[in-house]
């Protein structure tokens, strides 16, 4: 193997990076370059830079350091038993990455992760370094994500908060039990510590000392984490219940569902399988009724019997054809949590209602004109000029909404 | 109107009109460079007259001037002259023609968003040594260029740049914006950089994940003549198939010799997480003995002196106590603090501990609540209270609750009526006092006052211990 160039570390690096699902650059403290700050600024809702062929965005630079590995986990395309080419970064050529595709507009910063090298604190170390040099020498304003070890040094990661917008932590699977037949090394109970530091350490952040000063602010995009789906048996109700588990108690700004994809050289212990892609959409809806739309995690997930989500409908409309007693609400006057439940509704559209509403008396045309999707929503609403008369209790409804069957494969 | 400063000059001469009162339908606006309408009547008289206007609407008139639509200057003064009568206007999201300015400023709105993302810089000659230099050929659907300078000014403060434009041209030189018309397109120079970018692009695409409907709806295709990596893209698509079967059927090959180094390395670094304290804390972060530790951050020991003649023991760890894995850092454990200095108690001469060392709870609106732990919990619990109380061996153990005195006396019944006597476990004596939680949760202050003065009588009794 002789010595490879940046343009091939960065094939091989980049690659390895792809199976990680964040490229959030969205929701950290807004700052810019102006007054000889140096270079870059952030924007309150991140940006899209391009987007992949599979629908992704990409927003960073998401790279490994280096996709050596002494770990072994199964759904991992880097550990150490499999034969992918292995290349290693410096910290030079890292930043020089960075600020050069920075300058040309194509990121809006670093995702930078790494494969176990030497130690856990070595490898911290070394990622430490690279954020140093961009925020210190080069003066880099953007956004910073960085994965965090989590059995490096406390110092390691406190500095690491200070630095970076973003840290995050893979819980990689839905139970503890899965983490250790495939992840052996991953420690789930360590995991969680550290997430339990990092939400203290900002929490400590906002508290202003004595003399009224602000400590410098820790990690202030927050902490994300990522769970592969579909590698192990977990049904979609024990992923919503970890998944709210984190939220709750780790404060966790998103939790990434990945669907497991194939890996190259695999390792034998794992399903060969398309990505299931149609679940992963569904547990992202499901999540997004979570958090901002008031539904408790059983209403979700018990609507089904296995405990899994309806992939031929989306978690919101299952919800309401089995209370259809509920329905049709009346846009006029039915509570703000009531209209947050009616499919088709976003939380824009329902706010948009709340605030004509105090004007005059909706007809069915406004809705039109307010971002809703009238398709699924007319069913569940009454409004002046509309009723769904016999829409609602028609047996058909769920059909209507569901995409024709197809017939199964023989084989 | 001008093509440069759109903005100021729609306002002021919608300021004029509006101040004059002349009606919409006698308005006609045209683009400077634009054929005059029919009449080509007299030019506005542009004066700074006080008009009260929502601020909501200012705001929108800041975007929908920059719409390409001719017709925007003269639906935006259509609804302004409306809002003299109906000052409520801009609440109504239903209205048609305020919808139709709130599109027109959405389309305007993803437009810069797009221009954020989507101009991409070559490096040219530098000007002037001390500042790098670049440049971009960008078409936007709407007038944009002028309106989203800013954002590039904030964020390339340290280098020189231009985005040039079929219609305007931003140019960015020491820090100072100016603006230009109908520059030719610019031939710019080969960049090393892209080619990095496209392997970059192609690298980190998946693709067992094909969803091209998904990334053509971010990123249109009227955008891709000017993006470098769009030149890759029909080639990724087009082998993805193939790629995706590759690597399923990829069959798994031999581990390299490399696994065995790595593992023998694994096992050189001793974790410092596995060789803490005494043996006790370090079993005990093992513990599985009930369900409860998935769900938790981290087991909660004991903390204090191990050979203290007093051993107090509380029901579980809260929120705060297992984030940080020391007990009693709560509330409760602020009012357990505030009763022990009343009562001349040393928190630190004490072995502090729990009947259960993990965090039962449940979730309920992204907060976790507090749940009591089940008899059999507190039973499998018992085996580690046990082993501390056979390690400290203390004079007095004070059991703070139902909880702790049900694991130490086998009963957490009639807490209030036996609170203050002492009884026993296994020959050690145990006072039994309410939790400090119970302070908390009692409703009116004078239960409360009560349940604090009986936590202090308690503890001032176990001071005599010490």
Known sequence: MGIRTVQEKLAILSDAAKYDASCASSATTKRNAL?????????????????????????????????????????????????????????????????????????????????????????????????????????????????????????????????????????????????????????????????????????????????????????????????????????????????????????????????????????????????????????????????????????????????????????????????RGLFPLDVNRASKELLLRVPGFGVKTVQRILSTRGNRTLRYEDLTRMGASLKKARAFITAVGWTPGALTDSAGLRARFAPPPEQLSLL | MPRIGTAQAWRDAARGLLAQGVPPQDVDWTVEGAPQGLFGGAPVATQAVPVNVPRSFLALAQSVVWHSDPQRFAHLYAVLWRLRDAPRLMQDRADPEVARLRRMEKAVHRCQHKMKAFVRFREVPALNPARRNFMAWFEPTHHTIEPTAEFFRKRYADMDWSIVSPDITARCMDGQVTFLRDVPRPDLPEDAHEDLWMTYYSNIFNPARLKVNAMTSEMPRKYWKNLPEAAVIPDLIAQAEARANAMAQATPTLPPVRVEAAQRQQQAFASRWASTGAMLEQDLRGCARCAIGCAATQVVPGEGPVDSPVMIVGEQPGDQEDLEGRPFVGPAGQVFDRAATEAGLDRAACYITNAVKHFKYRTERKRRIHERPDRSEIEACRWWLNAEIERSRPALIVAMGAVAAQALTGSGKDLLRRCGTIEETRGTPVLITVHPSFVLRCGDVAAQQDARRMLTRDLRRAARYL
């Open chain 1, 35 to 323: 007054g000889g700050k140096g270079l870059g600024s952030t924007e309150s809702g991140g940006i899209c830079h391009a987007y992949a062929p599979d629908g992704r965005c990409i927003s960073l630079l998401k790279i490994l350091m280096t996709n050596f590995c002494i770990y072994d986990c199964s759904y991992c395309v880097n550990r150490v038993s499999s034969n992918v080419d292995r290349a290693r970064f410096s910290v030079d050529e890292v930043v020089s990455l960075t600020i050069e595709f920075y300058r040309r507009n194509y990121i809006e910063g670093l995702f930078l992760s790494s494969g176990i090298i030497r130690s856990p604190d070595d490898t911290m170390l070394d990622m430490v370094r690279i954020v140093r040099k961009l925020r210190h020498e080069e003066r880099f304003q953007g956004y910073i994500h960085l994965k965090t070890i989590p059995d490096a040094a406390p110092e390691l990661i406190e500095e690491a908060g200070r630095l970076a917008d973003r840290l995050s932590i893979n819980v990689e699977l839905p139970t503890d039990r899965a983490v250790a037949t495939y992840a052996p090394e991953k420690k789930p109970g360590q995991i969680r510590e550290v997430m339990g530091r990092i939400r203290a350490r900002k929490q400590a952040g906002q508290d202003r000392s004595h003399t009224g000063k602000r400590p410098p602010k820790f990690a202030p995009a927050g902490q994300s984490t990522q769970m592969i789906i579909g590698a192990d048996g977990s049904n979609d109700a024990t992923v919503l219940g970890q998944s709210t588990r984190l939220y709750s108690s780790y404060r966790l700004k998103r939790v990434y569902y990945s669907a497991f994809s194939p890996i190259p050289d695999a390792s034998s212990k794992l399903p060969l399988i398309r990505p299931p892609l149609q679940r992963e959409h569904r547990l992202y809806q499901a999540d997004w009724l979570l958090r901002f739309y008031g539904f408790e995690l059983d209403e979700i997930t018990g609507v089904t019997p296995d405990g899994n989500l309806d992939l031929d409908i989306d978690p919101k409309l299952a919800w309401a054809l089995e209370h």
